[in-house]
């Protein structure tokens, strides 16, 4: 099944972290990105679901559109859920192992307990201690490895050249 994580700079800058089940691709707003430290707890927000053709999608998404901004593919490749992934979700708590050109091995997505006035569902997102892990302190992997896994271009690159 399809993983894939997309760099989007709109209202905010986040990492659109998505994994395919079925014909759709679940969707988390991962605000400060993924972490390769084993343990790191990321916040992961659930956001609407995407069709598959959204997959590769690289570009702006025009203002007054759902999402405006730029859209960077940051990561591709692969999933395999530790059991059956829907009833996983629906109990708050998926394992699974990643096999992407800049994450790899295995990671955890947990529901937290809704808060008051919450309009989405948060999740943690979180790296399981394994031969893909990092030390806190090591370098992290959204600074050293910015570009698309595609084009090989900028979030400034992409803004630019659809200026």
């Not at 605000?31 to 992961?44: F, I, K, N, Q």
């Amino acid at each position: 099944m399809l993983y894939r994580v997309q760099k989007h700079a709109a209202r905010r800058l986040h990492y659109d972290f998505r994994l395919q089940l079925g014909s759709v691709l679940k969707s988390w707003a991962v605000t400060r990105g993924p972490s390769l430290v084993a343990g790191e707890r990321r916040l992961a927000v659930a956001v609407e679901d995407h069709g598959l053709d959204y997959a590769d999608y690289e570009g702006v998404i025009a203002p007054g559109s759902y999402g405006a901004g730029v859209v960077l593919l940051w990561d591709r490749g692969t999933w395999e859920p530790d059991g059956d992934p829907a009833t996983a979700l629906a109990a708050g708590s998926l394992a699974f192992t990643l096999h992407g050109e800049k994450l790899s091995g295995r990671w955890r997505l947990t529901r937290m307990r809704p808060r008051p006035r919450e309009r989405h569902v948060s999740w943690l997102l979180i790296k399981s201690h394994d031969a893909a892990a990092r030390r806190t302190g090591e370098p992290d992997v959204l600074e050293e490895n910015p570009l698309s896994v595609v084009t090989g271009r900028t979030v400034e690159d992409i803004a630019a050249a659809a200026a």
